[in-house]
């Protein structure tokens, strides 16, 4: 079926107690359930949907989307672990089933796994595969230091975090090197600093060329990036700032002077900001 995984914009050929049937180019039809109906369509309408099959194994369609369509990679949420796979949450009704041979670790419920959407050609139904380096490549040569890239941070090891880049190629962000939050699943700019020999990338967040600072100097320009001011200054009691920095108020003095050194923020009566210029 060559709708099976994407968007598609179908016609309506007939209603019946249980919905309306939409028109494949197959020539065959596809249910969408009364519940994804509005009551006004008629006979020819064309409706926006996602075709996969429901927990007898049938074609359905349906007008919510995935967190992934076919062929794509995504962070998704084990819910449930059996004895022949995982069952994880990609936003639709039915979970989608990692089967245990595609499995690259033993996973746990409550935990997120980088899994890609495909068709499993014995059952004719989609899958998750968590063997995700089956799909990844060596990084090309003309990939270069401070190159920007799109990655998908989508695990934590002890050396730092691991991405996927351009979903086709494996990066690490070394964790001594990232001074500001960042999620499992969370998708990002992030640049190259190295292209190593085995053809995975060493990463960074900061743009080649800026300035790289003391790690409690770091946090702070991210909460200021973020947030555009921080409501702490030297009057600031020691609780308060280690409840919003997680640092002694000697630490934070000292990041604030370096910062102010290098003409980064400015300091206000009530707080700091970015400064304009920087």
Not at 1 to 27: Q, V
Not at 45 to 70: G, I, W
Not at 272 to 278: E, Q, T
């Amino acid at each position: 079926m060559k709708e099976l995984g994407i968007i598609s914009t179908l016609p309506i050929n007939r209603f019946t107690d249980f919905g309306a049937y939409l028109a494949l180019s197959s020539g065959e039809e596809v249910l969408l359930p009364k519940g994804y109906l509005t009551g006004e369509e008629k006979e020819g309408d064309l409706k926006e949907v996602f075709v996969y099959t429901d927990s007898e194994d049938r074609p359905v369609a349906v007008t919510q989307m995935p967190l992934a369509f076919l062929d794509e990679f995504a962070v998704l949420e084990a819910k449930e672990v059996t004895d022949f796979g995982a069952f994880m949450d990609w936003g639709l009704p039915k979970d989608l089933l990692v089967p245990k041979a595609e499995m690259g670790k033993n996973m746990i419920p409550g935990e997120k796994y980088l899994v890609k959407i495909c068709v499993d050609h014995r059952t004719n139904r989609l899958i998750g595969v968590n063997k995700y380096r089956d799909f990844i490549f060596d990084a090309p040569i003309e990939f270069s230091e401070g190159m920007e890239v799109t990655g998908l941070i989508f695990e934590e090891t002890d050396l730092g975090y691991k991405v996927l880049v351009e979903n086709e190629f494996e990066g690490l962000l070394f964790k001594n090197e990232v001074f500001q939050p960042i999620q499992i699943g969370e998708k990002r700019s992030v640049f190259i600093k190295k292209r190593r020999d085995d053809g995975k990338l060493d990463l960074q967040l900061l743009a080649p060329g800026r300035e790289k600072y003391d790690e409690g100097s770091e946090k702070i320009l991210a909460i200021l990036e973020e947030k555009g001011f921080l409501p702490l200054h030297d009057k600031s009691s020691p609780d308060e700032i280690q409840s919003m920095l997680g640092m002694s108020k000697k630490h934070f003095k000292q990041c604030i002077g370096q910062l102010y050194r290098a003409r980064k923020i400015q300091l206000l009566p009530d707080g700091i900001s970015l400064n304009a210029a920087s």
